[in-house]
């Protein structure tokens, strides 16, 4: 026995034992697993490990972990966990693995799963118009449903990988969809079959993917490994493998990428190099802005099918948004107080945005207003929608609203933008905002209580239709003049909506 103890019984003094130390992984198997996976390599969340969280300096994992992460699904664990519980959490998802497991090409290739029932067909399967069809994701439960966008009926619901993030892409004859998940899956879907045709898994962690103009090529891009992976359109197999590295040797993940129609290439936003990529793809692609002049002795003979143009930037871009020509893009990132203007012929920053509050670009909208183009955005920590006038680039107009939003949506053929208040005590709310008053004009609550998000439009926007972001939610049709109810249609979590027209003509009223 211990001279404290034996001191303890001699004096009738009870002690506690010390406590022990907290079991750092059956925290994470009972808090974070079930997004973050067992393995640490992603679900839901992206992956926890050094590779992914290298830009979270000092106790930022621990404040992550204890307050949450604005504009993110991250939830506050400051209520249930206690310091000494959070310090080893943080402590865990900093040690590297024993082993990550090698994602090439062999692998990929190994992974893919063709559907054995699958059987083409020459026409649609149904009645319905295929220019406007709609895929809801419903995250709830992992599966998609085809929606007639005209009856607004449930032509099918589909299984489809665990955890779809980024918006599905479509062909441009409307006949496939590719879905991507976030542990890195690529899924390709025949509308026209309803059918799923197979599955191909490109990464471990991966963040969107982008179909190129001419239906041939899938740009899947990566947290982890630190890769763009280009897979064909057609079978689903490699055709070539990108590794995001800087002059300097450091690697990058990818924080999405993005088709750019009439470039025919591909723009990569990147996490950790101030830089961004244009991957050209097509028979003859343009060499404006490569490190050379070429003027006297012309391009060199160029064997490379996906080449690389690098732009050099003052700061990261996470998120972008294009002009409608793709000659500029607008970009901001996570942890900067302004947005930065690229001019993509001449292949530099051409100018400074006075855009604060984490602009959501990605979700930002355009249309003419007084003779001008201006765009729109939401903020995913202030409370305001920034309007910015597209040819110098000022902020024209801050509109209040009653929170943070996450989505913002319109139509060429609507007078209203419509936006909701995702974050914050406010988000069962969606504003209308007036495209030429700059105005808004009627704010819904379509389930108090319960997360509005993720407007979509009909293909002659006389509908919009929005989701009760929960497991147990549903979709809401909404007259998009009158703002009157129309109909309501149970679905788990519907996390987003995509319409057939509206994604292959890049309407100026959705995101690209």
């Not at 500029?328 to 993509?344: E, S, T």
């Not at 069962?428 to 009627?442: A, G, N, P, S």
């Amino acid at each position: 026995m211990s001279t404290l103890k034996l001191a303890a019984m001699l004096l009738g003094v009870t002690t506690a034992p010390l406590s022990a130390a907290p079991d750092a992984n059956l925290l994470f198997q009972e808090n974070c697993a079930s997004c973050h996976a067992e393995t640490r390599l992603g679900g839901t969340g992206p992956a926890l490990i050094p590779q992914t969280l290298k830009r979270l300096k000092g106790d930022a994992i621990m404040e992550a972990i204890r307050d949450g992460r604005p504009a993110t699904q991250m939830p506050v664990f400051s209520d249930s966990l206690t310091e000494d519980e959070i310090k080893a959490l943080a402590d865990l998802v900093k040690t590297p693995l024993d082993a990550i497991p090698p994602w090439g090409a062999e692998e990929i290739a190994a992974s893919l799963e063709l559907n054995p029932d699958y059987v083409p067909a020459d026409k649609p399967q149904f009645s319905s118009d295929p220019m406007n069809l709609f895929i809801v994701v419903e995250t709830g439960d992992h599966h998609a449903s085809l929606l007639d966008g005209d009856s607004f009926e449930r032509l099918t619901r589909f299984p489809t990988p665990f955890a779809v993030h980024g918006g599905p892409k479509f062909t441009s004859d409307g006949r496939y969809v590719f879905f991507m998940s976030r542990d890195g899956w690529v899924m390709k879907y025949d509308i026209w079959s309803m059918q799923e045709v197979g599955r191909v898994r490109g990464a471990l962690n991966s963040r969107n993917i982008a179909l190129s103009s001419d239906n041939k090529h899938i740009a899947l891009a990566n947290y982890l490994p630190h890769t763009l992976v280009i897979l064909s359109a057609d079978d689903l197999s490699v055709e070539k493998i990108i590794d995001i590295k800087g002059s300097d040797g450091k690697t990058s993940r990818v924080s999405a990428v993005y088709q750019a129609p009439p470039r025919n290439s591909f723009i990569m936003a990147l996490k950790d190099i101030p830089e961004v990529w244009e991957v050209f793809y097509g028979e003859d692609p343009p060499f404006y802005g490569f490190v050379h002049d070429y003027r006297d002795e012309g391009p060199p003979e160029q064997t490379d099918p996906f080449p690389v143009r690098r732009i050099k930037l003052d700061d990261y871009l996470d998120d972008f948004f294009f002009d409608q020509k793709y000659e500029f893009l607008m970009g901001a990132a996570r942890n900067a107080k302004n947005g930065q203007v690229v001019d993509l012929v001449i292949g530099r920053k051409i100018s400074d945005l006075a855009l604060s509050g984490l602009p959501h670009l990605g979700s930002g909208i355009s249309w003419n207003w007084q003779g001008k183009t201006v765009m729109a955005t939401p903020h995913l920590r202030d409370s305001k929608i920034s309007v910015i006038d597209m040819k110098d680039w000022s902020v024209v107009k801050t509109i209040p609203t009653k929170g943070p939003g996450f989505f913002m949506r319109s139509h060429e053929k609507s007078r209203y933008a419509w936006t909701d208040v995702f974050f914050g005590p406010n988000k069962d709310l969606m504003h209308i905002i007036d495209k030429q008053t700059l105005e808004i004009v009627r704010t819904l609550k379509p389930a108090p209580g319960k997360t509005a998000a993720h407007i979509e439009f009909d293909r002659d926007g006389s509908h919009a239709i929005l989701s009760i972001w929960e497991n147990d939610g549903a979709i809401v049709i909404y007259n998009a003049e009158t703002f009157e109810e129309v109909k309501r249609i149970p679905m788990s979590k519907p996390s987003g909506k995509y319409n057939v027209w509206n994604k292959i003509t890049f309407s100026e009223g959705t995101s690209h």
